[in-house]
């Protein structure tokens, strides 16, 4: 009797590995499921052997964008003014420095991160591993990045492209307008869906409950963002 149920209970394990499988076929369909079924998504990245190779992908997607957003910055010679610079360096040109600081600063950070969630959740008898923490945070980094890439990205093509003055969209961005609300809306959006995303993954990737994986999740984002924000603005 109990070989037979273990038979079954193998053949339904099985079975809904298969339907994993064809639910997420590619990396694409792991990417979109995070937006829309993350706890999901995450769980069924646990069970592929392509995960670390995924997360590398998705986090080097966002590196590239904001690399190439800071390129615009450098090619039109202007520079965000929301946020102020933590390094002593001009605030002007900024940006020249951030072509170099940004790519390696954002691996560090999810690195860190990465370490950090491994660390803290091996104290809630955590069972994944530091690779696992690594695939779920960089989809999570970078899913949480498209909002405020949303409204910096095309401001800072434009202003290289000299269609607009960026100067004159951050004074605009800055003071109490429609526009300034809206940034303030996407830049919420960006910081509350990296939050909700690392405290998911975490939850998926160390199979702990909820409380303490909003715990972690909460820690591993506080050093990442700080870390982040010391060398790019």
């Not at 590619?26 to 592929?48: C, H, K, N, V």
């Not at 052997?49 to 997607?61: L, Q, V």
């Not at 691996?107 to 008898?125: D, E, Y």
């Not at 300034?180 to 939850?203: D, K, N, P, Q, R």
Request: one cysteine or more; a positive charge; glycine letters at 6%.
């Amino acid at each position: 009797m109990s070989n037979s149920v273990s038979a079954t209970t193998q053949a339904d394990d099985h079975r809904a590995s298969k339907q994993t499988r064809r639910k997420f076929n590619s990396f694409r369909d792991y990417y979109l499921g995070t937006i829309f079924r993350p706890r999901e998504t995450f769980d069924a990245l646990m069970a592929d052997e392509r995960r670390n190779r995924y997360g590398i992908i998705a986090i080097a997607i966002t590196v590239q964008l904001y690399v190439l957003l800071y390129l615009f910055l450098s090619l039109g010679e202007t520079a965000f003014s929301i946020l102020k610079p933590w390094l002593t360096l001009p605030a002007a040109s900024f940006h020249h420095y951030n072509d170099f600081f940004l790519a390696p600063s954002l691996f560090i950070c999810w690195i860190l991160a990465a370490g950090v969630a491994q660390l803290f959740s091996r104290a809630c008898s955590g069972r994944g591993s530091f690779e696992d923490m690594l695939s779920v945070l960089g989809f999570g980094i970078s899913i949480a990045s498209l909002p405020a890439l949303l409204i910096d990205l095309p401001e800072s093509a434009l202003g290289a492209m000299g269609i607009v003055d960026v100067r004159s969209v951050e004074a605009a961005l800055s003071s109490q307008t429609i526009w300034h609300e809206a940034a303030m809306l996407l830049y919420g959006l960006s910081i509350t869906w990296c939050v909700v995303l690392f405290c998911i993954g975490i939850g998926a990737g160390q199979r702990i409950r909820r409380a303490p994986a909003v715990i972690v999740g909460l820690f591993a984002y506080f050093i990442y963002q700080v870390v982040l924000m010391m060398f790019n603005r």
